[in-house]
């Protein structure tokens, strides 16, 4: 009925990892597992490494006189999703000290949801989730996810939470961690609108 869907929280998470199984979509997992429960949030997930059809920036400029990135893949869609979301749950594994590729993907297309005048496209209100995994230290990790939080204020993103992870060399499993698991789906509940 119109009031279950006037209280609709849409959460939109996007896993840029390879590894199906791997540290970050755990995470994720249990932050969307603890954000369903009995609610009528509508949770959509984005995996990066199924998308068939996929662009990096060009640096046309042409966002800037259209509003909008004018390429026509499936990120384009995502950057619609991350838009209109009331919640948006972003995820990376470390490579070579940075984001993943396929996130690095999706960030530069992010400059299409800057206006021409450095101001930002995104509805103010959303919150974010930003998970950061790695093999190394884990202040690599907390690095990464620094320099993508600051992106993130740029583009709106006032009300962050940043959950970061290292399996110390392939030796630990995010998804075996129970404190880490308890303590993401608890912060997915903060998502749940019943």
Same mark, same amino acid.
């Given at each position: 009925? +119109?009031?279950?869907?006037?209280?609709?929280?849409?959460? =939109?998470?996007?896993?840029?990892?390879?590894?199906? +199984?791997?540290?970050?979509?755990?995470?994720?997992?249990?932050?969307?597992?603890?954000?369903?429960?009995?609610?009528? @949030?509508?949770?959509?997930?984005? #995996?990066?490494?199924?998308? #068939?059809?996929?662009?990096?920036?060009?640096?046309?400029? @042409?966002? +800037?006189?259209?509003?909008?990135?004018?390429?026509?893949?499936?990120?384009?869609?995502?950057? *619609?999703?991350?838009?209109?979301?009331?919640?948006?749950?972003?995820?990376?594994?470390?490579?070579?000290?940075? !984001?993943?590729?396929?996130?690095?993907?999706?960030?530069?297309?992010?400059?299409?949801?800057?206006?021409?005048?450095?101001?930002?496209?995104?509805? *103010?209100?959303?919150?974010?989730?930003?998970?950061?995994?790695?093999?190394?230290? *884990?202040? =690599?990790?907390?690095? =990464?996810?620094?320099?993508?939080?600051?992106?993130?204020?740029?583009?709106?993103?006032?009300?962050?939470?940043?959950?970061?992870?290292?399996?110390?060399?392939?030796?630990?499993? !995010? !998804? !075996?961690?129970?404190?880490?698991?308890?303590?993401?789906?608890?912060?997915?509940?903060?998502? #749940? @609108?019943?």
């Amino acid at each position: 009925d +119109k009031k279950n869907r006037d209280n609709m929280s849409k959460i =939109v998470a996007v896993v840029s990892s390879p590894r199906t +199984k791997g540290n970050s979509n755990s995470i994720v997992d249990a932050i969307t597992d603890g954000a369903m429960g009995l609610s009528t @949030n509508i949770i959509k997930l984005h #995996r990066l490494d199924r998308i #068939r059809s996929l662009h990096g920036c060009k640096g046309c400029m @042409n966002c +800037k006189v259209k509003g909008q990135c004018v390429q026509d893949d499936e990120i384009t869609d995502i950057l *619609e999703d991350v838009k209109s979301a009331d919640h948006v749950i972003l995820a990376t594994p470390v490579y070579f000290d940075g !984001a993943s590729s396929q996130f690095k993907t999706l960030l530069d297309r992010m400059f299409s949801l800057i206006s021409p005048d450095g101001s930002t496209l995104i509805p *103010e209100g959303k919150t974010l989730t930003l998970v950061v995994t790695c093999g190394g230290p *884990e202040d =690599v990790a907390q690095s =990464v996810a620094n320099k993508i939080s600051s992106i993130m204020k740029t583009l709106g993103f006032k009300d962050q939470k940043i959950i970061t992870y290292s399996d110390r060399g392939g030796s630990h499993n !995010a !998804a !075996a961690e129970g404190e880490l698991m308890d303590m993401a789906k608890e912060h997915g509940r903060t998502f #749940r @609108n019943t």
